[in-house]
């Protein structure tokens, strides 16, 4: 169903989780210690096309999707790094949409995500972490 771009029906029903930083706080949400899965579901603004890394630290197995489109599957590391994780994406203008399944392989999660873009015109006072985005609440 994540790639036939009906993200909204899968997550009609799910609970919103408010990550004040790029960490995001699952231990709260899910105070289990051990193995389980979660999906995890961004909607977002984005004021123009663009070539960004998300960047993702994981000490579980993740699979990413964006805009329905699967981008990939990662694991076999679980020491937690914010930047473990470097995936090539392509956000369009207007809404984007990213769908985590991250698969906790220890006692406590621990999943970052970023969205990044490299700043090669080296223009003064430009974030290469991508802040003029918008989130979605729904």
């Given at each position: 169903?994540?790639?036939?771009?009906?993200?909204?029906?899968?997550?009609?029903?799910?609970?919103?989780?408010?990550?004040?930083?790029?960490?995001?706080?699952?231990?709260?949400?899910?105070p289990l210690r051990?193995?389980?899965?979660?999906?995890?579901?961004?909607?977002?603004?984005?004021?123009?096309?663009?070539?960004?890394?998300?960047?993702?630290?994981?000490?579980?197995?993740?699979?990413?999707?964006?805009?329905?489109?699967?981008?990939?599957?990662?694991?076999?590391?679980?020491?937690?790094?914010?930047?473990?994780?470097?995936?090539?994406?392509?956000?369009?203008?207007?809404?984007?949409?990213?769908?985590?399944?991250?698969?906790?392989?220890?006692?406590?999660?621990?999943?970052?995500?970023?969205?990044?873009?490299?700043?090669?015109?080296?223009?003064?006072?430009?974030?290469?972490?991508?802040?003029?985005?918008?989130?979605?609440?729904?």
């Amino acid at each position: 169903m994540i790639t036939s771009g009906n993200e909204e029906r899968l997550f009609a029903k799910a609970s919103e989780l408010i990550a004040p930083t790029s960490i995001v706080p699952l231990n709260e949400v899910f105070p289990l210690r051990s193995e389980y899965v979660v999906y995890l579901y961004y909607k977002f603004l984005c004021p123009n096309e663009r070539d960004v890394n998300l960047v993702i630290g994981a000490n579980g197995d993740i699979k990413v999707w964006l805009n329905g489109k699967f981008l990939g599957k990662y694991g076999g590391k679980y020491v937690w790094h914010p930047l473990m994780y470097w995936i090539r994406a392509r956000l369009k203008r207007g809404e984007n949409r990213v769908v985590i399944k991250f698969a906790n392989k220890t006692e406590r999660a621990k999943l970052s995500f970023d969205i990044f873009k490299e700043n090669k015109e080296r223009r003064p006072g430009y974030s290469v972490w991508q802040i003029d985005l918008g989130t979605i609440l729904s």
